[in-house]
């Protein structure tokens, strides 16, 4: 541990021992905070702080009222989370932490596991996903939308869908909750550092507007919220080629790590997001009440990435030819190449346009009805997310007269690396449009859409009488049926008839900037235009090695679940709680396509569909004592399961013969796979002030009995496949036993953490420290679980490897200050080092390591209070990552960098308007 975090550490638990050495001077709130509806909705209307303390009592009540060990973040008021996606408010809970993509903070990880560990609902339905997983992108939900999310750390018998590191539950207002119609408007106009580049400036906006009403007899209840926000895209990047290689090159001795190349790129382009989300509510009466929630997103993004690349040991011949040959050569640490001179190589200047078009819509009809002694609810379900993209590149060499080039390198593992080249990019007339190292063009158009339909009945009984421990008891079942399918459709960019070709002039957008990686000015031009103008694009699914990349998944979940809640008095100690069991049915399949080059041609193409049903029974116990002065200690037990990725379900397999020795192998998915299973302890203890404050301090323990990743089996049968195989004249006879690279279930292992929180008002010590506050947590995860993945080798070597997504240390910090409507606030959150999974140039996920982040936010306002002429006006000002922290990956180590990528800060300006 370091010195820093000891630092960290120490502080937080000094200050929750400083708390409770004070707490007989805490102060009574006189405010009412929102607490949980019997649907699980936050009342939000009865709440009289306002701003963030007004966000961060309706959490306490949340955390502090719930049966399970919760995190909970809510709405300063209707259209008020600060952040531009929950995503960004998420990621501030304890034992949170977010992976960032295109700058925003897109996918979550609880608990130091990756995403895939975790289930995100809506309004307590599962949700669907835009990528080839099951892990919601966060950011396709406006922050404006939701009035609150709730985070289950462990689970219990009623909540279905749950994850295994958590669950995580977005919550959307309930009009019937409130006393009287509320409206809102919402603006931002928002500005990114980077500044303007290309044909995109650097200018984006936010609007939103909702409105909550009821009929006058209440009988009915109506919300309806639209978002719509356009941001722009500005990045800087430096990349470098993996994998990291120790093979002799001239001038460079053998042994000494090095990279096939090195590329800098500049990226504009914008992210249009429209959402609407609507609920319909009718309570005739206490008897029955009926509630129809509906929610739609569309998200569109454009950009061009203009980029100067460079191979290390290409210049028209490989090995290069004359010799590229490197000089004044500087070595690091870990023996890895740190700059020199290289010469005798011919650069490239590529355009590349990525569109894509995200499509999510759900709806979810809930009934309540209460008799004299039951309650009976029901629920049906449906949400399908489709995404559409369309991905292009061409590429420019220097022409008529190609000259080899004399590059400086210095390799940066903290900063930009620089390529500073002898050569001048600049002139898009040299630049010709011509088949290089890697073709003249390539292109992609995928596709993925992803469908879920549930329903659900459950019924609570009352106990035996008003004096037993036995409060009630739910009984239920659960019904989910998904259906997931990817296409991916791809093919080379061939130039047309009239061979290299400069781009007109027309289609130019002018030069942008390379010179933060020391290469100065290429132009920046139309893509999509070149490729209609002087190319031919025919994307296809027939080629041998595209074949295997379209599927379909199929899941049928049936859950069964009885769950007895508790309550009764020990002494002065109230003990609640709940102990039940899930009963979970799975029936899985995925269908694909593969490539059978032993068949004879016209009949190589082979369907592949295979599946299988298993059943777990799933116990939980969650119990809580609250004990006197406001301590409440929690203990869960439970036995969890996460369902394996979608796409390592997916039926795809490529497949071949050694001609040599006969044998077999191949690679893919496992529809075969079991879930990770897991047994789970948890304990937590937590001491509240009331609603205003609270400290806690909570341990976690998982035995991980399976888990999944890529290795590579040698003992596959492969009969079915080798049936019809007939070997060449003097060809050894195949074999059936061959090897097969794909998900399987491994091992168990160890996950264990620990995590510390405060949330303190300074008023709970002196008066004169009134409207300032810290929001802190630390936590702190380690595993004993290693694994391998022969697929990733390049980038995180080919040794044991932590899990992907574990971060040892995860630290939240808020510090605000409210007073007579000013308020201010920094917020940051920081990771230690992890194992991410990133898309490839394939489209599949690969694992690198990323450096930790360190994210600061920062937000001041003004609302004019009741009997102003302005009443119910907040102006605001924001700045996200007011540090500029860039997203950096690596090979192995840290001197060995594969990525640095920086997206600016970003500036808002807006206003808030309640009437």
């Avoid at 496949?721 to 794909?742: E, K």
Wanted: charged share 20%; net charge negative; glycine share 10%.
């Amino acid at each position: 541990m370091s010195k820093l975090d000891r630092n960290l550490l120490s502080a937080a638990l000094s200050s929750a021992l400083l708390m409770l050495a004070t707490s007989a001077h805490a102060q009574t709130t006189t405010s009412s905070n929102p607490t949980p509806s019997s649907d699980g909705a936050t009342e939000l209307d009865r709440v009289t702080v306002t701003g963030i303390r007004r966000g961060i009592e309706s959490a306490i009540a949340v955390k502090r009222d719930a049966t399970s060990i919760v995190e909970s973040v809510s709405a300063e008021d209707i259209g008020k989370l600060p952040d531009v996606s929950i995503a960004e408010s998420i990621a501030r809970l304890p034992g949170l932490s977010a992976q960032r993509v295109a700058g925003r903070a897109q996918v979550i990880s609880v608990r130091g596991l990756s995403p895939d560990f975790a289930t995100t609902l809506l309004n307590g339905r599962e949700m669907v996903s835009t990528g080839d997983n099951r892990s919601v992108e966060f950011d396709q939900y406006p922050s404006e939308l939701v009035s609150g999310v709730t985070v289950y750390k462990t689970p219990d018998a009623a909540l279905v869908g749950q994850g295994l590191s958590g669950t995580l539950d977005m919550q959307t207002v309930r009009p019937l909750n409130f006393a009287d119609p509320v409206i809102t408007l919402s603006g931002r106009f928002q500005r990114n550092s980077l500044g303007k580049a290309a044909d995109t400036d650097p200018f984006g906006n936010r609007l939103s507007a909702s409105y909550i009403g009821q009929s006058a007899d209440r009988r009915f209840g109506f919300s309806i919220g639209v978002s719509h926000s356009d941001t722009p895209i500005q990045e800087n990047q430096v990349g470098l080629y993996e994998p990291w290689k120790t093979d002799g090159r001239p001038g460079l001795a053998e042994g000494t790590w090095a990279t096939d190349g090195m590329k800098a790129l500049r990226r504009t382009g914008y992210t249009k997001r429209d959402g609407i989300m609507s609920t319909l509510q009718f309570r005739p009466s206490n008897a029955w009440t009926s509630t129809l929630d509906m929610f739609h997103s569309r998200a569109e993004q454009e950009d061009t990435a203009n980029q100067w690349e460079v191979n290390t040991q290409y210049n028209g011949s490989f090995p290069c030819d004359p010799a590229c040959v490197y000089s004044n050569v500087r070595v690091g640490e870990n023996n890895s190449f740190a700059g020199g001179t290289l010469t005798g190589v011919y650069p490239l200047v590529r355009g590349m346009y990525n569109k894509r078009d995200d499509r999510i819509s759900a709806v979810g009809w809930g009934n309540e009805f209460n008799f004299e002694r039951a309650r009976l609810s029901t629920d049906l379900s449906w949400s399908r997310a489709k995404r559409s993209e369309l991905s292009l590149e061409n590429n420019s060499q220097l022409l008529p007269n190609p000259s080899l080039d004399t590059i400086e390198l210095d390799i940066r593992s903290n900063g930009f690396s620089q390529m500073r080249p002898g050569l001048d990019y600049s002139d898009p007339a040299r630049l010709f449009l011509t088949n290089t190292i890697y073709g003249s063009g390539y292109g992609k158009t995928p596709e993925v859409e992803d469908e879920l339909k549930g329903a659900r009945i459950a019924l609570t009984v009352p106990g035996p009488d008003a004096a037993s421990w036995l409060a009630d008891i739910d009984l239920g079942i659960n019904h989910a049926d998904r259906e997931k399918s990817k296409r991916q459709p791809e093919g080379n960019i061939n130039l047309g008839a009239q061979g290299d070709t400069a781009i007109a002039g027309d289609l130019q957008y002018g030069l942008v900037d390379l010179g933060f990686a020391g290469i100065g000015y290429i132009p920046a031009w139309n893509v999509p235009g070149a490729v209609g103008r002087y190319m031919s694009f025919e994307p296809t699914e027939d080629l041998d090695y595209l074949i295997p990349k379209a599927w379909t998944v199929s899941e049928k979940i049936t859950t069964a679940f009885a769950r007895a809640n508790l309550r009764t008095e020990w002494g002065e100690t109230t003990v609640s709680g709940n102990i039940g069991v899930q009963i979970q049915r799975v029936d899985q399949s995925s269908a694909s396509r593969y490539w059978d080059s032993t068949r004879p041609a016209g009949s190589n193409v082979q369907p592949f569909e295979a599946g299988k049903t298993y059943t777990d029974v799933l116990p939980s116990m969650n119990l809580a004592f609250q004990l006197p002065n406001e301590h409440t200690v929690r203990v869960g037990l439970a036995e969890q399961v996460a369902r394996p990725r979608v796409d390592q379900l997916r039926a795809s397999l490529e497949f071949g013969v050694d001609e040599a020795t006969g044998r077999p192998g191949g690679s893919g998915g496992n529809p075969l796979l079991d879930p990770w299973r897991a047994y789970a302890f948890d304990i937590s203890w937590e001491k509240y002030f009331g609603n205003r404050a609270y400290v806690a301090a909570a341990f976690f323990y998982k035995d991980l009995r399976t888990y999944i990743y890529t290795q590579t089996v040698d003992d596959y049968d492969f009969t079915d496949f080798v049936a019809s195989y007939v070997p060449r004249p003097g060809a050894p006879p195949v074999q059936t036993i061959g090897n097969f690279t794909a998900p399987q279930n491994g091992e168990g292992g160890t996950l264990r953490g620990l995590e510390l929180t405060a949330s303190l008002p300074f008023d709970l010590w002196t008066e004169s420290l009134r409207g300032f506050g810290v929001v802190a947590s630390a936590s702190f995860n380690d595993s004993s679980i290693q694994i391998f993945d022969p697929e990733s080798a390049s980038s995180v070597g080919d040794g044991p490897i932590d899990l992907p997504g574990l971060s040892k240390r995860v630290y939240n910090l808020t510090a605000y200050y409210e007073r007579d409507g000013f308020e201010a606030r920094v917020s940051q959150r920081r990771r230690s080092d992890f194992i991410g999974e990133i898309g490839n140039f394939d489209g599949a996920r690969t694992l690198r390591y990323v450096v930790g982040e360190n994210i600061t936010d920062a937000q001041v306002s003004y609302t004019f209070g009741e009997g102003a002429s302005l009443a119910g006006l907040t102006l605001l000002l924001q700045a996200n990552n007011l540090t500029n922290s860039t997203y950096r990956t690596y090979a192995g180590t840290r001197d060995r960098p594969l990525e640095n990528v920086e997206w600016g800060r970003t500036y808002l300006l807006g206003l808030n308007y309640r009437f």
